[in-house]
Structures are given as C-alpha cells and as structure tokens.
Nanobody, 124 residues
Framework: QVQLVESGGGLVQAGDSLRLSCLVS????????MGWFRQAPGKERRFVAA????????FYADAVKGRFTISRDNAKNGLYLQMNNLKPEDTAVYYC?????????????????WGQGTQVTVSS
C-alpha cells in the first residue's frame, strides 16, 4: 500500500496552465503504475492519463491528448500532470492513483490506492 497526496489545483481562466503534483509515500520499493483521473459533479470518475512504472509508456484520454502531459520522478516519489490550454470542461476534482505493476492501466477499478483529490476549476 502507498499513500498519495495531490496538490496544485486551483481556479484559472480558459487557456491557462496548471501543474498537478502527487506525492507518494509508504511502500514505494516495488514497481507500481500510476494514473490521473477526474470527476465532475454528478458524473462518474473518468480516466485522464496513465504512466508505466519507469515512465517509458504513457497513455491519454482523447479529451486531453496534446494538452496534458503526465510524468513521474521516482527519485522524488512524485507524479505530475502538466495541463495546458485548459478548458471549462476540464473542471473537476483530479485524483492520482497507483497500483502494483509495471505497465499502465486506464480503468479506475484496476487501481487500489487513491489520493484525496484536488479541485481544478476553469472559468470561461
């Protein structure tokens, strides 16, 4: 099990950028894949981006492809999401997630460790 704490959310205008961070603690000595998900009010939690244990493989939802970049720094136990050209439809609570494994996973049910979330609000 690992513990995850997100930060970096906020209120921005359309076209602005934000960088989310997720600090990982706990049993970090094993390989684990990570991902970002988001949940808007009244909607289900949806996949945003995922990354393999060594950062060599990444995958994005179509809605964010070309605007968001997922990365990780295992030496710093950090996961990041650089979000550029934000749109009002990106407004949601963003969660980081982790699970054992070396590849990447896109289904939220495949993850067993979650952070508490950070709010991102994009005004038009």
């Amino acid at each position: 099990q690992v513990q995850l704490v997100e930060s970096g959310g906020g209120l921005v205008q359309a076209g602005d950028s934000l960088r989310l961070s997720c600090l990982v603690s706990g049993h970090t000595s094993y390989s684990f894949a990570m991902g970002w998900f988001r949940q808007a009010p009244g909607k289900e939690r949806r996949f945003v981006a995922a990354i393999s244990w060594n950062g060599g493989n990444t995958f994005y939802a179509d809605a964010v492809k070309g605007r968001f970049t997922i990365s990780r720094d295992n030496a710093k136990n950090g996961l990041y999401l650089q979000m550029n050209n934000l749109k009002p439809e990106d407004t949601a609570v963003y969660y980081c997630a982790a699970r054992g494994g070396s590849f990447y996973y896109t289904n939220p049910y495949e993850y067993d460790n979650w952070g508490q979330g950070t709010q991102v609000t994009v005004s038009s």
